[in-house]
């Protein structure tokens, strides 16, 4: 348990995955009415 624990803090830490981290906290305050929500779609970003 302890090695999966320490596998899964390096992962979030990890800076490549820090972009994905902030695309998906700054979800909930994209404006639909725009139509520039972002959706992320396997990795993939569309506008």
């Known amino acids: ?3 999966t624990f320490l596998a899964l803090f390096v992962w979030v830490l ?3 995955n820090t972009s994905k981290f902030n695309d998906a906290a700054n979800l909930p ?3 639909r ?3 520039a929500a972002v959706q992320i779609d396997n990795r993939r970003r569309t506008k």
């Open 1 to 3: 348990m302890l090695i």
């Open 14 to 16: 990890h800076p490549k």
């Open 29 to 31: 305050f994209a404006d």
């Open 33 to 35: 009415n725009e139509g």
